[in-house]
């Protein structure tokens, strides 16, 4: 058997800045994947309908589902003393999802519009 670690119900998320506090979140004062990010509703409370529909399809709306960020870390345990020796968040974790691996090598790639989607013919001359 392999002697599985959880993060569950620890402060562990937190340290790591893959959780933030709803206090965090209000104040749009949350760091995530090494950068800020701002979690809050638009003005007007409005949640975007793709948004909301992301998160009801896991069974939760915004307020819930922000409070939680995808992220991977790895440690190693060495003379008594763990190491932390990798952690990946966002786009980082795509390699664990076996079939973007393919889709990223097909034509029209994922076919996504998202705003961090661009192929390298279409960034902007000014970020590159």
Known sequence: SFPWASSFESD????FQAS???EEWESA???YNFQAVDLRLPEGGEENPFIAKLTASVGRDW???RQEGPGVSAFVLEDGVVYHTYSAY???IDGLWGMYQWLDRAPL???ETGMWWCRHDEYDSKTT
Do not use: H, L
């Open 63 to 65: 307020p819930t589902y």
């Open 20 to 22: 933030v506090t709803k």
């Open 29 to 31: 004062a949350v760091e």
């Open 12 to 15: 562990f998320n937190y340290d």
């Open 109 to 111: 790639g994922r076919n």
């Open 90 to 92: 966002s786009r980082g």
